[in-house]
Structure formats: structure tokens, C-alpha cells
């Protein structure tokens, strides 16, 4: 069982990007500039702190230090992909595709309905065994291109969290063990 002392929670260092739309923010009801969504799309392709028009999204503490060395950390790396697939999987939706409470378990169940099962399952399964955060987010970018044609939402501050897990190993388990746990919930026995 997770608590919240085991697993750090990004949720106090709101108001992230995604989050100023949700009910009850500064910006609540707005939607997504497509001017905002464009520059963090190219986060899709470049590398955390590399596009300048990124930089005014970012939330994460820099450390001064590492950035003076061309460092940055593994937790800006995972905001920057978070922004990315948030931006990608906003583009051209007419409601907010951060919902607080989706995890990426729940949302790819519900691909189900409209993309083979065993299909989803490899997907789901491929970022669950991705060992480094390039590769559970080239896993997670297929998975929210499907949420996107579906128009499935996805909690994207809790992405963040799962993205922040992925560089230790027992975070990591832990946030593998979510994913299973949600996406393949018990139903029942099955009637043949």
C-alpha cells in the first residue's frame, strides 16, 4: 500500500500547467491556449530544457548547480514529458483531458471498447518493463495517442508522480503495481 509519505506527491507544487483548468482554479473553464499547447508539443521530440518556448511551463525547481553544469534533473525531465503528453493528447479536444482521479490504468481500460484488448494489454504491458523514463515515455506517447481518439481523460498530476517514480526501482514497482492494479480491476467471474 502506498502512502503519502512513501511516495512523493508533486500535488503541493501545483498549480501545474494542467491544473490551472481544472474546477475551481484561476483559469477554470478556459481551455488550453493552442499557442501553449504547440510550444509543449515540442517536447515531444526534444529533450527536457532544450526548447525555450517550453521554459515558461516549467514548474520544478532548478537547481542552480546542475544547471550551471547543463544538468537537469530526473524530476524536470518528468514534468517536461508530462507537459508534452498533456499537450499532445489536448490537441483539438473540445473539453480538458486532465481529469484529477484517471490514472493511466483507469483511462486504457476504456480503450478497450475501441481498440483490441490484447493490443492494449502490450501497450499497457511494454511501459510497465520500460527501465528508463525515455523509453516508458515513447510507451505512454502511443497509449495517450489512443486516449486522445477516444477523448479519454487522464490525471496528468498523477502521471507526473508515476513519471518522478520511474529512476528508483522500488517507486517504480510500486507505481507499476497502480497501473495493474487499475487497469485490471476484478470484475467477477467471468460467465462461459
Known sequence: MTTSASRP???KEAPWYWAQFESGRRES??????????A??????VPAGQAP??????RTRVDD???ARGLVSDRLVAEHMALALFASHQQGQSRLMHRPDVSIGTAARALHDRFSREGVDSRMAAAA???SMNAVFNHLRGLVSQLAVIGQPLDYTRLLDDLRSWPFPESRARTVR???SSYHVWTGPSAH
Open 29 to 38: 473553464g478556459a481551455m488550453p491556449r493552442g499557442s501553449d499547447l504547440a
Open 53 to 58: 518556448q517550453m521554459w515558461p511551463f516549467y
Open 178 to 180: 497502480s497501473w495493474g
Open 129 to 131: 518493463q520500460a527501465r
Open 65 to 67: 548547480v546542475r544547471a
Open 9 to 11: 506527491s508533486s500535488r
Open 40 to 45: 509543449l508539443r515540442l517536447g515531444l521530440t
